[in-house]
């Protein structure tokens, strides 16, 4: 990601907040990675009941995102939305550098409270979710920032 938040900084500020064909922009990417680590890894990994920072941002399959206690409609700005972001990344790489093979087999249950995902998975498995979320979000931001910089 370092490079890519580069390539975004370089852009007049307003791009950052612009989407590109419908998909989300940049800081709403964040934003919705910040919600896949309070998912799969607070909620799962952690057993959080109500794991979820207000400025995640969900798809349109979350009908009711106030009862999660998401604020969609929140406008933080990039470096508002990289802070907490750094704060998950850590929290990632705290856990996966602790983890034993044994740790990634465990079964975690999800609380029952509003949230996502429903059924239990293993660690390993909440853990490929959060890094696929990472690898295919990035794809996506990088696609977009070319679009967004032949803009400026």
């Not at 087999?105 to 996502?116: A, K, L, Q, S």
Request: charge should be negative; glycine fraction near 4%.
């Amino acid at each position: 990601w370092p490079p890519t938040i580069a390539r975004a900084r370089a852009l007049p500020a307003p791009l950052v907040d612009e989407r590109v064909d419908d998909d989300w922009s940049f800081v709403e990417t964040h934003r919705h990675l910040i919600l896949a680590t309070d998912c799969w890894l607070q909620r799962m990994v952690n057993g959080e009941k109500r794991p979820y920072h207000p400025w995640g941002l969900a798809g349109g399959w979350l009908e009711d995102p106030a009862s999660w206690g998401l604020e969609p409609a929140a406008t933080p700005s990039l470096d508002e939305v990289l802070a907490v972001r750094r704060e998950h990344m850590d929290a990632v790489r705290e856990t996966i550098a602790t983890l034993t093979p044994e740790q990634l087999e465990r079964v975690c249950v999800p609380p029952d409270t509003p949230g996502h995902p429903t059924r239990p998975r293993t660690v390993l498995e909440c853990l490929h979710v959060i890094l696929s979320e990472e690898w295919e979000h990035h794809q996506y931001a990088v696609r977009d920032l070319a679009t967004l910089e032949s803009r400026g």
